[in-house]
């Protein structure tokens, strides 16, 4: 299974962006679903994660602003990204998991400046 991430972009502060995971197969086959973000000088950050009944987590500095959601129609997970903030700049990867393995997207840039 592959995962392509699209909808990255330059967003002003306070903006909106919809990150999109595309699976090429079942998402069914993962039982957690992630996003993680790469953030310039900074380690790698589990920011948002859903699993296959749909229950969500989500890191403190996101919470109210980001929401996840799965569409196991289209195998696609996704990541609505609201009241932007420059702190929010970052390669977004998507992820999922399986029993002892997991996969990756190979990114997408999301830059938050005026």
């Known amino acids: 299974v592959q995962l392509v991430e699209s909808g990255g972009g330059l967003v002003q502060p306070g903006g909106s962006l919809r990150l999109s995971c595309a699976a090429s197969g079942s998402i069914f086959i993962f039982y957690r679903m992630g996003w993680y973000r790469q953030a310039p000088g900074k380690q790698l950050e589990l920011v948002a994660s859903i699993t296959r009944d749909s229950s969500t987590n989500y890191t403190d500095s996101v919470k109210g602003r980001f929401t996840i959601t799965r569409d196991n129609a289209v195998n696609t997970v996704y990541l609505q990204m609201n009241s932007l903030k420059p702190e929010d700049t970052g390669v977004y990867y998507c992820?999922?998991?399986?029993?002892?393995?997991?996969?990756w997207g190979q990114g997408t840039q999301v830059t938050v400046s005026s």
């Open positions: 992820d999922g998991k399986v029993s002892g393995d997991e996969y």
